[in-house]
């Protein structure tokens, strides 16, 4: 699943690292023949695997043009984050439209559910987003991750309050803290995701499985509450 947006199923991203002038006044097809190049080379190598070398053959184009275009690996990396944020962001238009019609915890599985059919539907996506989950220790990993951080904060706080609005969410909580906790929870179920043979559940079911606890804690409802998987 391409889970590397901090925006559940998933997240949108924005990365403001983007080409030099030079990159954007070329001709449409150049452009879209180097982006094809990278999109290519990352899906099929790590970030640190990846070389620029590889690109500038597929795109056809001279090396030197390459860093007249992007300053190095990182920006051009980082840019394709942003093309992937974008895309997804185009996907989930529809139920992001949908928000004021469905309560909290229907709206984030929503949002998950789409994200998985975001990743099944743009499979070259996919594999750069795991790649990139494979290697969660890394320097990039971090950097990119910490990129959004405030804008995952910002939503969740949104949404939180909407939910306190509709009687949905508990009033008492701290707004600032459960969104913190929303964001770190969103990074966790990529990693889940990416690792899900060692899970042993599908997709969905990973899903439901961290809503379920979100929804209903760890306590034991003795009255008999919801089952797992009917958040």
Known sequence: MVNIYYF???????????????FFNLPQPKKERI???????FADHSYHQARVSNIVKKAGIAKGSFYQYFEDKKEIFK??????GEK???????????????????????????GINFAKDHPRLNKIGNKLFSDSN????????DINKNKSIYFYENILNKGIDNGEIDPQIDIKLTAHLLTKINIFIGELLYKESEVGLDDMRIV???LYIIK?????????????GTT
Request: overall charge negative; glycine content about 6%.
């Open 138 to 145: 890394s320097e990039i990993f971090e950097e990119i991750m």
């Open 35 to 41: 982006i094809d190049a990278a999109l290519d080379e």
């Open 79 to 84: 840019y394709i984050i942003d093309i992937m």
């Open 208 to 210: 439901q499985e961290v």
């Open 8 to 22: 559940p199923g998933n997240n949108i991203l924005e990365v403001n690292n983007l080409p030099t002038s030079t």
């Open 216 to 228: 209903n804690g760890l306590e034991l409802n003795k009255k008999g509450g919801d089952n797992i």
């Open 88 to 114: 997804k962001l185009k996907y989930l238009k529809d139920v992001i439209k949908k928000q004021a019609e469905m309560d909290f915890f229907d709206f984030l599985e929503e949002l998950y559910k789409e």
